[in-house]
């Protein structure tokens, strides 16, 4: 099984900074790693699909990239409705893993 | 637009069985694989099981093998479920999940969930 390590577990910054979040697996993944985002209550949503494709309808201050076993999500300048968790997984193999989430929270 | 509803959560003692249903509209169901992800209080996601569009393929996580089984009704878009021999541990929000294609393994959309509480 791949494990899927997020890091860090919180960040806290303020509207308008850049976020950068990371996500590493515990074996080559190639780029077959989607990044979700979920709010409080609510289901999670696809972000970022194949490392660094977005998903329909998701802003351009949403990017994603790396290969192998080192990704990052980046939010360029954070929007209030941005504080939320996010979740990267794995599709390189059976079973399908996530990471444990990194809370993005207010400074 | 694509619509998920889960339906069939509730409460079951240890050991006991549910069915989890999930209704699909918007798109022409027998097309995408599906799948099952849950979410216990306060922790983080766990892929649980997904099937093909065709009904013909299924992968269960190794803590639901055997005991879960993935089934599919394309003439009724239906997603289905079944929980056997359950334990407290499976207590979770349980969402299904499109496939954006057939197998490519990404979730867009989720649905808004069920929650499956297993207690005595």
């Known amino acids: 099984e791949i494990v899927l390590t997020q890091s860090p577990a919180t960040l806290s910054l303020s509207p308008g900074e850049r976020a950068t979040l990371s996500c590493r697996a515990s074996?080559?993944?190639?780029?077959?790693l989607a990044w979700y985002q979920q709010k409080p209550g609510q289901a999670p949503r696809l972000l970022i699909f194949?490392?660094?494709n977005r998903a329909t309808g998701i802003p351009a201050r949403f990017s994603g990239s790396g290969s192998g076993t080192d990704f990052t999500l980046t939010i360029s300048s954070l929007e209030p409705e941005d504080f939320a968790v996010y979740y990267c997984?794995?599709?390189?193999?059976?079973?399908?893993?996530f990471g444990q989430g990194t809370r993005l929270e207010i400074k | 637009e694509v619509q998920l509803v889960e339906s069939g959560g509730g409460l079951v003692q240890p050991g006991g069985s549910l069915r989890l249903s999930c209704v699909a509209s918007g798109f022409t169901f027998n097309n995408y694989a599906m799948s099952w992800v849950r979410q216990a209080p306060g922790k983080g996601l766990e892929w649980v099981s997904s099937?093909?569009?065709?009904?013909?393929?299924?992968n269960f996580a190794d803590s639901v093998k055997g005991r879960f089984t993935i089934s599919r009704d394309n003439s009724k878009n239906t997603l289905s479920l079944q929980m056997d021999s359950l334990r407290v541990d499976d207590t979770a929000v349980y969402y299904c999940?499109?496939?954006?294609?057939?197998?490519?393994?990404?979730?867009?959309?989720w649905g808004q969930g069920t929650l499956v509480t297993v207690s005595s």
């Open positions: 194949d490392a660094s």
């Open positions: 999940a499109k496939d954006p294609g057939d197998w490519s393994n990404w979730f867009d959309p």
């Open positions: 997984q794995h599709r390189s193999n059976w079973p399908l893993t």
């Open positions: 074996q080559s993944v190639s780029t077959y």
């Open positions: 099937i093909n569009g065709g009904g013909t393929s299924t």
